[in-house]
Protein backbone atom coordinates (compact mmCIF):
# COMPACT_ATOMS: atom_id res chain seq x y z
CA UNK A 1 0.00 0.00 0.00
CA UNK A 2 1.60 3.52 -1.03
CA UNK A 3 2.58 5.75 1.66
CA UNK A 4 0.11 8.40 0.12
CA UNK A 5 -3.07 6.20 1.39
CA UNK A 6 -4.08 7.17 4.44
CA UNK A 7 -4.57 4.93 7.44
CA UNK A 8 -7.91 6.62 7.78
CA UNK A 9 -9.03 4.90 4.45
CA UNK A 10 -7.86 1.99 4.95
CA UNK A 11 -10.15 1.91 8.18
CA UNK A 12 -12.99 3.65 6.65
CA UNK A 13 -12.91 1.74 2.90
CA UNK A 14 -15.13 -1.56 2.95
CA UNK A 15 -13.21 -2.96 -0.41
CA UNK A 16 -9.69 -1.63 -0.31
CA UNK A 17 -8.88 -4.09 -3.66
CA UNK A 18 -11.80 -2.18 -5.67
CA UNK A 19 -10.37 0.93 -4.75
CA UNK A 20 -6.87 0.42 -5.31
CA UNK A 21 -8.25 -1.00 -8.54
CA UNK A 22 -10.57 1.69 -9.68
CA UNK A 23 -8.25 4.94 -9.24
CA UNK A 24 -4.82 5.94 -9.50
CA UNK A 25 -3.06 6.54 -6.42
CA UNK A 26 -2.60 10.29 -6.79
CA UNK A 27 -6.45 10.57 -7.40
CA UNK A 28 -6.74 8.22 -4.45
CA UNK A 29 -4.93 10.19 -1.65
CA UNK A 30 -6.26 13.72 -2.78
CA UNK A 31 -9.46 12.68 -3.04
CA UNK A 32 -10.90 10.02 -0.62
CA UNK A 33 -9.81 11.89 2.45
CA UNK A 34 -9.24 15.05 4.19
CA UNK A 35 -5.76 15.85 5.57
CA UNK A 36 -6.04 17.05 9.28
CA UNK A 37 -4.41 20.38 9.29
CA UNK A 38 -2.29 21.13 12.38
CA UNK A 39 -1.10 25.02 12.76
CA UNK A 40 1.72 25.51 14.99
CA UNK A 41 1.44 29.73 15.55
CA UNK A 42 4.33 31.17 17.37
CA UNK A 43 4.26 34.12 18.81
CA UNK A 44 7.31 37.02 18.30
CA UNK A 45 9.31 34.68 16.50
CA UNK A 46 11.19 36.55 13.64
CA UNK A 47 12.16 35.49 10.32
CA UNK A 48 16.16 35.07 11.52
CA UNK A 49 15.34 33.12 14.94
CA UNK A 50 15.46 29.41 13.40
CA UNK A 51 18.40 27.64 11.73
CA UNK A 52 16.25 26.79 8.88
CA UNK A 53 16.16 30.66 8.43
CA UNK A 54 19.99 31.23 8.46
CA UNK A 55 20.27 31.43 12.37
CA UNK A 56 23.50 30.00 13.49
CA UNK A 57 23.66 30.92 17.38
CA UNK A 58 20.84 28.67 17.93
CA UNK A 59 20.01 25.71 16.51
CA UNK A 60 15.92 24.42 16.03
CA UNK A 61 16.22 20.62 14.45
CA UNK A 62 12.77 20.13 14.56
CA UNK A 63 11.46 23.13 13.00
CA UNK A 64 14.28 22.70 10.40
CA UNK A 65 13.19 19.05 10.13
CA UNK A 66 10.02 20.62 9.08
CA UNK A 67 11.90 22.83 6.41
CA UNK A 68 13.85 19.55 5.31
CA UNK A 69 10.33 17.76 4.64
CA UNK A 70 8.11 20.22 3.23
CA UNK A 71 8.50 24.00 1.50
CA UNK A 72 10.33 26.44 3.35
CA UNK A 73 8.59 29.65 1.91
CA UNK A 74 10.89 32.80 2.34
CA UNK A 75 8.13 35.64 1.34
CA UNK A 76 5.40 34.93 3.81
CA UNK A 77 3.98 37.22 5.93
CA UNK A 78 1.50 37.48 8.52
CA UNK A 79 -1.49 40.36 8.11
CA UNK A 80 -0.49 42.65 11.06
CA UNK A 81 3.09 43.51 12.69
CA UNK A 82 1.32 42.77 16.39
CA UNK A 83 -0.35 39.86 18.05
CA UNK A 84 -4.15 40.90 17.72
CA UNK A 85 -5.00 42.19 14.35
CA UNK A 86 -2.43 39.18 12.53
CA UNK A 87 -4.57 36.80 14.69
CA UNK A 88 -7.91 38.38 13.56
CA UNK A 89 -6.91 38.08 10.02
CA UNK A 90 -5.79 34.82 10.06
CA UNK A 91 -9.40 33.02 11.67
CA UNK A 92 -11.56 35.60 9.84
CA UNK A 93 -9.70 36.30 6.17
CA UNK A 94 -10.32 39.84 6.56
CA UNK A 95 -7.43 42.45 7.22
CA UNK A 96 -7.88 43.58 11.15
CA UNK A 97 -7.15 47.58 9.71
CA UNK A 98 -10.94 47.56 8.25
CA UNK A 99 -12.43 47.28 11.46
CA UNK A 100 -12.11 49.41 14.89
CA UNK A 101 -11.32 47.59 18.03
CA UNK A 102 -8.64 44.99 16.49
CA UNK A 103 -5.51 46.57 17.86
CA UNK A 104 -3.31 44.37 20.65
CA UNK A 105 -6.18 44.08 23.14
CA UNK A 106 -6.46 44.02 26.93
CA UNK A 107 -6.78 40.84 28.62
CA UNK A 108 -10.17 41.60 29.57
CA UNK A 109 -11.27 42.51 26.51
CA UNK A 110 -14.54 40.89 24.52
CA UNK A 111 -14.27 38.42 21.98
CA UNK A 112 -13.94 40.78 18.77
CA UNK A 113 -14.51 37.96 16.33
CA UNK A 114 -18.91 37.82 15.48
CA UNK A 115 -20.22 34.58 16.24
CA UNK A 116 -22.07 32.79 13.23
CA UNK A 117 -19.31 34.54 10.84
CA UNK A 118 -16.66 31.82 8.53
CA UNK A 119 -13.65 32.04 10.11
CA UNK A 120 -10.90 29.80 9.48
CA UNK A 121 -12.04 26.94 12.02
CA UNK A 122 -15.99 26.96 11.19
CA UNK A 123 -14.86 26.37 7.89
CA UNK A 124 -13.11 23.27 8.73
CA UNK A 125 -16.14 22.04 11.07
CA UNK A 126 -18.21 22.12 7.85
CA UNK A 127 -15.81 19.97 6.17
CA UNK A 128 -16.22 17.35 9.05
CA UNK A 129 -13.32 18.23 10.80
CA UNK A 130 -12.76 18.50 14.77
CA UNK A 131 -11.20 21.57 15.69
CA UNK A 132 -9.89 23.03 18.87
CA UNK A 133 -7.50 25.90 19.89
CA UNK A 134 -4.85 25.45 22.18
CA UNK A 135 -2.47 28.33 23.91
CA UNK A 136 -2.73 31.80 23.16
CA UNK A 137 -5.85 33.11 22.17
CA UNK A 138 -5.85 37.02 22.56
CA UNK A 139 -9.04 38.07 20.82
CA UNK A 140 -11.09 38.52 23.43
CA UNK A 141 -13.81 36.34 25.60
CA UNK A 142 -17.26 37.05 26.30
CA UNK A 143 -19.77 39.75 25.91
CA UNK A 144 -18.18 42.84 27.88
CA UNK A 145 -17.58 43.16 31.27
CA UNK A 146 -16.97 39.18 32.07
CA UNK A 147 -17.23 37.40 35.21
CA UNK A 148 -14.46 34.73 34.75
CA UNK A 149 -16.20 32.91 37.63
CA UNK A 150 -19.08 31.76 35.66
CA UNK A 151 -19.04 30.19 31.63
CA UNK A 152 -16.88 32.24 29.89
CA UNK A 153 -19.42 32.95 26.53
CA UNK A 154 -18.88 34.06 23.78
CA UNK A 155 -15.36 32.16 23.03
CA UNK A 156 -13.62 30.05 20.73
CA UNK A 157 -16.15 27.20 20.88
CA UNK A 158 -19.17 29.66 19.21
CA UNK A 159 -16.45 30.81 16.14
CA UNK A 160 -15.94 27.09 14.89
CA UNK A 161 -14.03 25.38 17.70
CA UNK A 162 -15.20 21.89 19.25
CA UNK A 163 -12.81 22.85 22.07
CA UNK A 164 -10.35 24.98 23.71
CA UNK A 165 -7.18 25.27 26.00
CA UNK A 166 -6.75 28.72 26.15
CA UNK A 167 -4.18 31.64 27.81
CA UNK A 168 -6.77 34.38 27.39
CA UNK A 169 -4.73 36.95 26.19
CA UNK A 170 -0.95 36.97 26.64
CA UNK A 171 1.57 35.64 29.37
CA UNK A 172 2.31 39.33 30.42
CA UNK A 173 -1.48 40.11 30.85
CA UNK A 174 -4.10 39.13 33.57
CA UNK A 175 -5.95 36.66 33.75
CA UNK A 176 -2.79 34.18 34.41
CA UNK A 177 -4.54 31.15 33.80
CA UNK A 178 -6.09 29.07 31.60
CA UNK A 179 -9.14 28.75 29.95
CA UNK A 180 -10.72 25.14 28.90
CA UNK A 181 -13.60 25.37 27.09
CA UNK A 182 -16.06 27.68 28.86
CA UNK A 183 -13.93 27.52 32.06
CA UNK A 184 -11.07 28.81 34.28
CA UNK A 185 -9.19 25.70 34.66
CA UNK A 186 -8.60 24.14 37.93
CA UNK A 187 -10.67 27.64 39.50
CA UNK A 188 -12.02 27.24 43.67
CA UNK A 189 -15.09 28.62 43.37
CA UNK A 190 -14.93 29.62 46.96
CA UNK A 191 -11.83 31.57 45.72
CA UNK A 192 -13.20 33.01 42.67
CA UNK A 193 -10.90 35.30 40.24
CA UNK A 194 -11.37 39.28 39.66
CA UNK A 195 -9.78 41.27 36.72
CA UNK A 196 -9.28 44.67 36.24
CA UNK A 197 -7.53 47.00 33.67
CA UNK A 198 -8.83 50.05 35.54
CA UNK A 199 -8.10 50.75 39.25
CA UNK A 200 -6.45 48.36 41.01
CA UNK A 201 -8.13 45.36 42.37
CA UNK A 202 -7.65 43.05 45.44
CA UNK A 203 -4.69 43.81 47.86
CA UNK A 204 -1.93 41.89 46.30
CA UNK A 205 0.99 43.02 45.86
CA UNK A 206 2.52 45.21 42.22
CA UNK A 207 5.66 45.41 40.84
CA UNK A 208 5.31 48.86 41.25
CA UNK A 209 5.38 49.16 44.85
CA UNK A 210 7.45 45.91 45.48
CA UNK A 211 9.93 45.03 43.53
CA UNK A 212 11.99 43.50 45.83
CA UNK A 213 9.69 40.68 45.24
CA UNK A 214 9.88 40.21 41.62
CA UNK A 215 12.25 37.45 39.82
CA UNK A 216 12.20 39.37 36.64
CA UNK A 217 11.78 42.88 36.17
CA UNK A 218 9.71 45.28 33.82
CA UNK A 219 12.14 47.39 31.72
CA UNK A 220 8.67 49.18 30.28
CA UNK A 221 5.47 48.80 31.87
CA UNK A 222 4.72 45.68 33.18
CA UNK A 223 4.47 46.87 36.85
CA UNK A 224 1.19 45.51 38.35
CA UNK A 225 -0.25 42.73 39.80
CA UNK A 226 2.63 39.90 40.95
CA UNK A 227 1.95 36.47 39.48
CA UNK A 228 4.84 33.97 40.06
CA UNK A 229 7.27 36.44 41.09
CA UNK A 230 6.59 38.13 37.80
CA UNK A 231 4.58 41.55 37.30
CA UNK A 232 1.89 42.17 34.66
CA UNK A 233 0.12 44.02 32.81
CA UNK A 234 -3.47 44.70 34.72
CA UNK A 235 -4.33 43.70 38.15
CA UNK A 236 -5.90 40.38 39.22
CA UNK A 237 -6.98 39.20 42.52
CA UNK A 238 -8.21 35.53 43.62
CA UNK A 239 -8.25 32.37 41.42
CA UNK A 240 -4.97 31.04 43.11
CA UNK A 241 -5.13 27.32 42.43
CA UNK A 242 -5.53 28.24 38.50
CA UNK A 243 -2.77 30.33 38.21
CA UNK A 244 -0.14 28.89 35.80
CA UNK A 245 3.43 28.59 36.27
CA UNK A 246 5.27 29.82 33.79
CA UNK A 247 8.12 27.54 33.76
CA UNK A 248 5.52 24.74 32.37
CA UNK A 249 3.27 26.91 30.29
CA UNK A 250 4.68 25.24 27.33
CA UNK A 251 4.73 21.45 28.54
CA UNK A 252 1.23 21.85 29.90
CA UNK A 253 0.35 23.31 25.94
CA UNK A 254 1.92 21.01 24.67
CA UNK A 255 0.65 18.21 26.30
CA UNK A 256 -3.52 19.59 25.81
CA UNK A 257 -2.14 19.69 22.15
CA UNK A 258 -0.48 16.10 22.00
CA UNK A 259 -3.57 14.59 23.62
CA UNK A 260 -6.04 16.62 21.05
CA UNK A 261 -3.98 14.72 18.47
CA UNK A 262 -4.39 11.49 20.39
CA UNK A 263 -8.26 11.33 20.87
CA UNK A 264 -9.31 12.60 17.20
CA UNK A 265 -6.84 10.32 15.34
CA UNK A 266 -9.54 8.59 13.48
CA UNK A 267 -11.39 11.77 12.19
CA UNK A 268 -10.03 14.68 10.24
CA UNK A 269 -8.86 16.98 12.83
CA UNK A 270 -7.62 20.99 13.04
CA UNK A 271 -5.38 21.86 15.75
CA UNK A 272 -4.58 25.51 16.20
CA UNK A 273 -1.72 25.28 18.58
CA UNK A 274 -0.52 28.78 19.34
CA UNK A 275 2.68 29.18 21.61
CA UNK A 276 3.51 31.46 24.06
CA UNK A 277 7.43 31.33 23.25
CA UNK A 278 8.74 33.92 22.61
CA UNK A 279 6.57 36.39 23.69
CA UNK A 280 7.51 38.29 27.27
CA UNK A 281 8.06 37.10 29.46
CA UNK A 282 10.10 34.54 28.87
CA UNK A 283 10.65 31.92 31.13
CA UNK A 284 11.80 28.80 30.44
CA UNK A 285 11.65 25.66 31.37
CA UNK A 286 14.86 24.83 33.98
CA UNK A 287 15.46 21.50 31.32
CA UNK A 288 16.12 25.14 28.53
CA UNK A 289 17.20 27.54 30.90
CA UNK A 290 20.69 28.69 30.22
CA UNK A 291 20.82 26.35 27.67
CA UNK A 292 21.21 28.73 24.51
CA UNK A 293 23.80 31.21 25.70
CA UNK A 294 21.32 34.05 24.53
CA UNK A 295 19.30 34.37 27.77
CA UNK A 296 15.98 33.69 27.94
CA UNK A 297 14.82 34.59 24.32
CA UNK A 298 17.20 32.48 22.95
CA UNK A 299 16.27 29.92 25.71
CA UNK A 300 12.74 29.77 24.89
CA UNK A 301 13.46 29.48 20.99
CA UNK A 302 15.11 26.18 22.39
CA UNK A 303 11.99 25.22 23.88
CA UNK A 304 9.89 26.20 21.31
CA UNK A 305 11.97 24.36 18.92
CA UNK A 306 11.30 21.18 21.29
CA UNK A 307 7.69 21.28 21.18
CA UNK A 308 7.27 21.19 17.65
CA UNK A 309 9.28 17.87 18.45
CA UNK A 310 6.80 16.68 20.19
CA UNK A 311 3.75 17.34 17.68
CA UNK A 312 5.88 15.90 15.44
CA UNK A 313 6.82 12.91 17.02
CA UNK A 314 3.20 12.55 18.41
CA UNK A 315 2.01 12.32 14.17
CA UNK A 316 4.89 9.74 14.08
CA UNK A 317 4.17 7.81 16.70
CA UNK A 318 0.06 7.66 15.29
CA UNK A 319 0.79 7.28 11.51
CA UNK A 320 -0.43 10.59 10.53
CA UNK A 321 2.44 12.13 9.40
CA UNK A 322 1.32 11.42 5.59
CA UNK A 323 -2.23 12.77 6.82
CA UNK A 324 -1.51 15.61 8.46
CA UNK A 325 -0.65 19.19 6.51
CA UNK A 326 1.70 20.83 9.72
CA UNK A 327 2.43 24.53 9.09
CA UNK A 328 4.44 26.26 11.31
CA UNK A 329 4.62 30.13 11.26
CA UNK A 330 4.89 33.27 13.78
CA UNK A 331 2.27 36.12 14.60
CA UNK A 332 4.55 38.96 13.82
CA UNK A 333 7.74 39.78 13.68
CA UNK A 334 10.69 39.46 16.27
CA UNK A 335 11.34 41.89 19.13
CA UNK A 336 14.44 41.77 21.90
CA UNK A 337 13.66 44.17 25.04
CA UNK A 338 9.89 43.34 24.95
CA UNK A 339 8.90 45.18 28.32
CA UNK A 340 11.48 42.78 30.65
CA UNK A 341 14.83 43.06 31.52
CA UNK A 342 16.10 39.64 30.81
CA UNK A 343 18.77 40.21 29.14
CA UNK A 344 17.79 39.99 25.77
CA UNK A 345 19.82 43.17 24.55
CA UNK A 346 23.10 42.15 26.52
CA UNK A 347 23.46 38.51 25.23
CA UNK A 348 22.08 38.69 21.31
CA UNK A 349 25.74 38.93 20.36
CA UNK A 350 25.59 38.40 16.39
CA UNK A 351 22.38 37.00 16.31
CA UNK A 352 20.03 38.39 14.23
CA UNK A 353 16.31 38.01 15.10
CA UNK A 354 15.20 39.52 11.81
CA UNK A 355 18.06 38.04 9.83
CA UNK A 356 18.28 40.12 6.29
CA UNK A 357 15.34 42.41 7.18
CA UNK A 358 15.16 45.73 8.74
CA UNK A 359 13.05 46.94 11.68
CA UNK A 360 10.60 44.14 13.54
CA UNK A 361 7.53 43.38 15.96
CA UNK A 362 5.46 46.65 15.54
CA UNK A 363 7.18 48.28 12.10
CA UNK A 364 5.94 48.72 8.47
CA UNK A 365 9.61 47.51 7.78
CA UNK A 366 9.26 43.63 6.25
CA UNK A 367 10.55 42.34 9.52
CA UNK A 368 7.38 43.03 10.97
CA UNK A 369 5.39 40.74 9.15
CA UNK A 370 7.59 38.94 6.99
CA UNK A 371 8.11 35.88 9.07
CA UNK A 372 9.07 31.88 8.84
CA UNK A 373 6.07 29.94 7.37
CA UNK A 374 6.88 26.52 6.67
CA UNK A 375 4.35 23.68 5.46
CA UNK A 376 4.87 20.27 4.89
CA UNK A 377 2.57 16.87 4.08
CA UNK A 378 4.82 13.73 3.00
CA UNK A 379 4.03 11.76 -0.07
CA UNK A 380 1.61 15.19 -0.75
CA UNK A 381 3.99 18.01 -0.82
CA UNK A 382 7.49 17.84 -2.28
CA UNK A 383 10.35 19.34 -0.41
CA UNK A 384 11.46 22.46 -1.68
CA UNK A 385 12.29 26.23 -0.98
CA UNK A 386 9.43 29.02 -2.26
CA UNK A 387 9.37 32.71 -3.12
CA UNK A 388 5.79 32.74 -3.62
CA UNK A 389 4.54 35.72 -2.08
CA UNK A 390 1.75 34.70 0.40
CA UNK A 391 -0.10 35.43 3.85
CA UNK A 392 -1.43 33.73 7.02
CA UNK A 393 -5.03 35.50 5.71
CA UNK A 394 -5.04 33.43 2.56
CA UNK A 395 -5.21 30.17 5.06
CA UNK A 396 -9.15 30.61 4.97
CA UNK A 397 -9.41 30.63 1.24
CA UNK A 398 -7.51 28.23 0.61
CA UNK A 399 -8.55 25.27 2.84
CA UNK A 400 -11.62 26.25 1.29
CA UNK A 401 -10.37 25.12 -2.29
CA UNK A 402 -8.42 22.33 -0.48
CA UNK A 403 -11.74 20.80 1.27
CA UNK A 404 -14.06 21.62 -1.89
CA UNK A 405 -15.88 24.46 -0.39
CA UNK A 406 -17.32 27.91 -2.24
CA UNK A 407 -16.98 30.80 0.11
CA UNK A 408 -19.68 33.03 0.31
CA UNK A 409 -19.36 36.46 -1.19
CA UNK A 410 -19.50 38.20 2.39
CA UNK A 411 -16.91 35.37 3.84
CA UNK A 412 -13.02 36.49 4.26
CA UNK A 413 -13.18 39.34 2.19
CA UNK A 414 -8.99 39.72 2.21
CA UNK A 415 -8.05 35.69 1.69
CA UNK A 416 -6.22 34.45 -1.67
CA UNK A 417 -6.79 31.40 -3.31
CA UNK A 418 -3.18 30.37 -2.30
CA UNK A 419 -3.27 26.42 -2.26
CA UNK A 420 -1.14 25.57 -5.12
CA UNK A 421 1.17 27.78 -3.68
CA UNK A 422 1.06 25.62 -0.50
CA UNK A 423 1.17 22.38 -2.20
CA UNK A 424 4.00 23.52 -3.86
CA UNK A 425 2.04 22.96 -7.49
CA UNK A 426 3.12 26.71 -8.07
CA UNK A 427 5.76 29.50 -7.12
CA UNK A 428 2.79 32.00 -7.65
CA UNK A 429 1.11 33.29 -4.73
CA UNK A 430 -0.60 36.55 -4.22
CA UNK A 431 0.22 39.59 -6.52
CA UNK A 432 -0.56 41.56 -3.61
CA UNK A 433 -0.63 42.31 -0.60
CA UNK A 434 -1.41 45.35 2.18
CA UNK A 435 0.64 45.01 4.88
CA UNK A 436 -0.46 46.53 8.41
CA UNK A 437 1.59 48.01 11.36
CA UNK A 438 -0.49 50.92 12.02
CA UNK A 439 0.90 52.47 8.95
CA UNK A 440 -0.24 50.73 5.41
CA UNK A 441 2.23 49.07 3.08
CA UNK A 442 1.98 47.71 0.03
CA UNK A 443 3.86 44.56 -1.52
CA UNK A 444 3.19 44.08 -5.40
CA UNK A 445 6.32 41.97 -7.19
CA UNK A 446 9.19 42.94 -6.42
CA UNK A 447 8.00 46.80 -4.91
CA UNK A 448 7.23 47.94 -1.69
CA UNK A 449 5.16 51.36 -1.30
CA UNK A 450 5.17 52.24 2.88
CA UNK A 451 2.56 55.08 2.94
CA UNK A 452 3.31 58.55 4.40
CA UNK A 453 3.21 58.57 8.11
CA UNK A 454 3.27 61.08 10.75
CA UNK A 455 4.14 58.61 12.98
CA UNK A 456 7.47 58.25 15.15
CA UNK A 457 10.45 56.56 13.58
CA UNK A 458 11.49 55.21 16.28
CA UNK A 459 9.40 52.90 18.82
CA UNK A 460 11.80 54.21 21.86
CA UNK A 461 10.98 51.66 24.21
CA UNK A 462 11.99 48.58 22.15
CA UNK A 463 14.21 50.69 20.15
CA UNK A 464 12.83 49.52 16.87
CA UNK A 465 12.70 51.35 13.77
CA UNK A 466 8.82 51.51 12.57
CA UNK A 467 9.21 52.26 9.34
CA UNK A 468 6.66 56.09 9.58
CA UNK A 469 8.26 58.40 7.16
CA UNK A 470 5.98 61.83 5.86
CA UNK A 471 7.22 61.13 3.06
CA UNK A 472 6.40 58.24 0.40
CA UNK A 473 8.69 55.16 0.77
CA UNK A 474 9.38 52.71 -1.88
CA UNK A 475 12.01 49.55 -1.69
CA UNK A 476 12.92 47.13 -4.69
CA UNK A 477 12.67 44.28 -2.44
CA UNK A 478 14.46 41.85 -5.22
CA UNK A 479 17.57 44.32 -4.85
CA UNK A 480 17.27 45.97 -1.39
CA UNK A 481 15.85 42.88 0.57
CA UNK A 482 16.65 45.24 4.01
CA UNK A 483 15.03 48.57 3.08
CA UNK A 484 17.95 50.65 2.93
CA UNK A 485 16.64 53.11 -0.32
CA UNK A 486 14.42 54.92 -0.87
CA UNK A 487 13.83 54.95 -4.12
CA UNK A 488 10.65 57.01 -4.28
CA UNK A 489 11.82 59.71 -5.95
CA UNK A 490 13.26 57.50 -8.46
CA UNK A 491 10.71 55.69 -9.81
CA UNK A 492 7.74 58.70 -9.39
CA UNK A 493 5.72 56.62 -11.64
CA UNK A 494 5.37 53.06 -9.51
CA UNK A 495 4.34 55.36 -6.27
CA UNK A 496 1.82 56.76 -8.66
CA UNK A 497 0.64 53.38 -9.59
CA UNK A 498 0.70 52.21 -6.10
CA UNK A 499 -0.48 54.91 -3.38
CA UNK A 500 -3.74 54.82 -5.51
CA UNK A 501 -4.04 50.75 -5.37
CA UNK A 502 -3.41 50.81 -1.72
CA UNK A 503 -6.37 53.58 -1.41
CA UNK A 504 -8.70 51.19 -3.84
CA UNK A 505 -8.18 48.43 -1.67
CA UNK A 506 -8.88 50.33 1.29
CA UNK A 507 -12.33 51.93 0.05
CA UNK A 508 -13.38 48.76 -1.31
CA UNK A 509 -13.77 47.00 1.61
CA UNK A 510 -12.44 44.17 0.30
CA UNK A 511 -9.84 42.47 -2.18
CA UNK A 512 -10.56 38.75 -2.85
CA UNK A 513 -10.77 38.06 -6.15
C1 LIG B 1 2.75 45.85 24.41
C2 LIG B 1 3.54 45.32 25.59
C3 LIG B 1 4.40 44.18 25.09
C4 LIG B 1 3.53 43.12 24.42
C5 LIG B 1 2.71 43.77 23.33
C6 LIG B 1 1.75 42.82 22.68
C7 LIG B 1 4.12 47.04 27.29
C8 LIG B 1 5.06 48.10 27.70
N1 LIG B 1 4.40 46.38 26.15
O1 LIG B 1 1.90 46.87 24.84
O2 LIG B 1 5.12 43.62 26.15
O3 LIG B 1 2.69 42.52 25.36
O4 LIG B 1 1.95 44.82 23.85
O5 LIG B 1 2.41 41.81 22.04
O6 LIG B 1 3.14 46.80 27.96
S1 LIG B 1 1.60 40.90 21.05
O7 LIG B 1 2.60 40.00 20.46
O8 LIG B 1 0.65 40.19 21.84
O9 LIG B 1 1.03 41.79 20.06
CA1 LIG C 1 3.01 38.42 18.85
Keep these: MGKQLSRRVFLRSTSLAALAAAVPLRARASESRQPNVVLIYADDLGYGDVSCYGATRVSTPNIDRLAAEGIRFTNAHSASATCTPS ?9 AWRRKGTGVLPGDARLIIEPGRTTLPSLLQRAGYKTSAIGKWHLGLGAGDLDWNTDIKPGPLDIG ?29 SDPIQVSYGKPIGDEPTGRDHPELLKMHPSHGHDMTIVNGISRIGYMAGGKSARWVDEDIADTITAKAT ?31 GKSGMGPRGDVILQLDACVGEVLKTLDKLGLAD ?4 IFTSDNGPVVDDGYKDQAVELLGEHKPAGPLRGGKYSAFDAGTRIPFLVRQPGRIEPGTSNALLCQIDLLASMATLTDQKLAEADAPDSFDVSSALLGRSQTGRDHLVEHAGTLSLI ?4 KYIEPSKGAKLNKPTNTELGNDPEPQLYNLTEDLGEKNNVAAQHPEKVKEMAPLLQKLRDQGRSRP
Design 444 to 447: QGNW
Design 259 to 289: AFIEEHKAEPFFLYFATHDVHVPRVPHPRFA
Design 323 to 326: DTMV
Design 161 to 189: FDHCFLIPATGDRVPCVFVEDRRVAGLDP
Design 87 to 95: RYALLTGEY
